[in-house]
């Protein structure tokens, strides 16, 4: 056994759980009220932006939108 092959088999190996939650963990918190496409990239867009007013934006996007979104399922 070369050296390669013994650092690999010592590394630990993602059970089939692990993937879905990394996936999970990649989304934003957000999108769980923000549930239409374009309000998501709407989302993104105004997060890029710096800024104290900017901020300010964003957080009343993410307010009506959740609002509006909550009827969706």
Do not use: Q
Not at 26 to 46: F, S
């Amino acid at each position: 056994m070369n050296a390669e092959a013994a650092l690999e088999s010592s590394w630990p190996r993602p059970d089939a759980g692990a993937i879905p939650r990394l996936a999970a963990m990649a989304t934003p918190l957000v999108h769980r009220w923000i549930k239409t496409e374009c309000g998501r990239a709407k989302y993104a867009e105004l997060a890029a932006r710096p800024g104290p007013l900017a901020k300010l934006r964003l957080a009343w996007f993410v307010l009506i939108a959740a609002l509006r979104d909550s009827r969706l399922p």
